[in-house]
């Protein structure tokens, strides 16, 4: 059995990988908002607690996105003091609405994401059954940063920077 720490801890985390995957280059006439994304990303940062505690986390992120930049595959694995966690996501992009689906493989939960890009930022909304999570995305050249706020769980939020290794 999953303690309820880790299990919200993994959802919180199973959100950051959506915003990692959803985090987007401000669009280039040519390509969609994904263009800029493709390769391998790594970084660190930080989860909030309620309580007003937060634990560093380090993050390893793959990126695959398809010719045209408008939609993408993204794996993510990631580390804390306590576990650690795998995470997968696609994601499209239609005008400027981008929409996906995501999934934590060690724990077995997944959902969609909504939300939209705008002037090289996104928003997305999360959803899973009682869980929901308002992300703001801002990506510049060969870095990315993903804040998430949460509210009526354990977790307040997250900050995770990565930057594009070769």
């Known amino acids: 059995m999953i303690a309820p720490f ?8 199973a959100v950051a990988a959506i915003a990692l995957s959803a985090t987007a280059a401000p669009a280039k006439a040519a390509g969609g908002p994904f263009s800029a994304l493709g390769g391998h990303w ?11 505690t937060w634990e560093r986390i380090h993050c390893r992120a793959s990126y695959e996105v ?28 239609h005008s400027n ?10 724990r077995n939960i997944s959902g969609k994401l909504t ?12 959803k899973t059954g009682e869980f929901t999570a308002q992300l703001t995305l801002v990506s510049h050249g060969n870095r990315q940063s993903v804040t998430i706020q949460s509210k009526g769980t354990k977790f307040t939020g997250a900050s995770i920077h990565l930057t594009r290794r070769g």
């Open 115 to 126: 939300g939209y890009y705008r002037h090289g930022r996104i928003e997305v909304t999360v």
């Open 97 to 106: 609405r981008i929409s996906g689906y995501w999934s934590e493989l060690s």
């Open 42 to 52: 790594r970084g660190a940062g930080h989860i909030e607690l309620a309580n007003g």
């Open 6 to 13: 880790a299990e919200r801890l993994g959802r919180l985390a």
């Open 66 to 93: 398809e010719p045209g930049g408008r939609a993408m595959h993204q794996a993510l694995r990631c580390a804390s003091d306590s576990y650690n966690f795998e995470l997968r996501s696609d994601v499209e992009s």
